[in-house]
């Protein structure tokens, strides 16, 4: 079999439901997440851009974080209604932003990267 017919089998018979648990020390548990891919991505980036006069369009960076995390994260599912309402949130990203600690939110959005083909050991660069 050439190498062609054996990529094209592997993404033939890939799964893209990818988890991982992610323990939050400060609560004492593990959140589960799952593999995002570069629509959900796109999704969150334009929910998170703002402007477009003279600075033209930025990406809010740490809404951005909490924006992937709403959309990947499985357990807690933070679009559930009580806990937007305990944390008086307007929407899953905000209550992700205020359940959440800053270093929490990077640690969950590494690993979220990281099980998403971000990770180093997926890329593999050739020598220059």
Do not use: W
Not at 19 to 43: C, H, M, Q, W, Y
Not at 92 to 102: F, N
């Amino acid at each position: 079999m050439s190498t062609k017919s054996n990529a094209l089998q592997a993404l033939l018979s890939a799964n893209k439901n990818v988890t991982k648990d992610v323990p939050v020390k400060r609560l004492g548990v593990n959140f589960t997440v799952k593999a995002i891919d570069s629509e959900a991505i796109e999704r969150a980036t334009a929910e998170c851009t703002f402007g477009n006069g003279k600075a033209g369009k930025q990406v809010h960076e740490h809404k951005l974080g909490a924006a992937l995390i709403a959309k990947a994260c499985v357990e807690p599912n933070f679009a559930d209604r009580t806990l937007i309402d305990h944390y008086e949130a307007e929407d899953a990203i905000d209550c992700v932003r205020k359940a959440l600690l800053a270093g929490e939110i990077a640690k969950i959005n590494a690993v979220i990267m990281e099980i998403s083909g971000f990770g180093e050991d997926d890329v593999d660069f050739p020598n220059s």
